[in-house]
């Protein structure tokens, strides 16, 4: 079991991107699913999540508006497409599988595909 993050680039502040993140080996129909995200010299960050129950979404704040999580199970699949990027959205982007705690405000990932691949470098210039 695997999941396959693409799509980066290198793009200019305004630009869009969408990430594709393929899964193989487990169909992602039953779980929640995010994207996270790792600056150079930083700890990896959570970005945005979509529930496997309801498909209600959820992002981190300095994304709301400018980047939109989908999910299409039959092609088990998972996406993000990014909107007027901005330089601070540079980093190197990975999905995994999450789960929701109760009172936690980030879902947590979870090692239901493996662990991290390699993800896809985003770099945004300005």
């Known amino acids: 079991v695997q999941l396959q993050a693409s799509g980066g680039g290198l793009v200019q502040a305004g630009g869009s991107l969408r990430l594709s993140c393929a899964a193989s080996g487990r169909a992602i129909s039953s779980y929640s699913m995010a994207w996270f995200r790792q600056a150079p010299g930083k700890q990896r960050e959570f970005v945005a999540a979509i529930s496997g129950i309801n498909g209600n979404t959820r992002y981190t704040d300095g994304v709301k508006g400018r980047f939109t999580i989908s999910k299409d199970n039959a092609k088990n699949m998972v996406y993000l497409q990014m909107d007027s990027l901005i330089p601070e959205d540079t980093a190197i982007y990975y999905c995994?599988?999450?789960?929701?705690?109760?009172?936690?405000?980030?879902?947590?990932?979870?090692?239901?595909?493996?662990?991290w691949g390699p993800g896809t470098q985003v770099t945004v210039s300005s």
């Open positions: 995994a599988a999450v789960i929701y705690l109760s009172g936690i405000r980030t879902p947590l990932p979870t090692n239901d595909f493996g662990k």
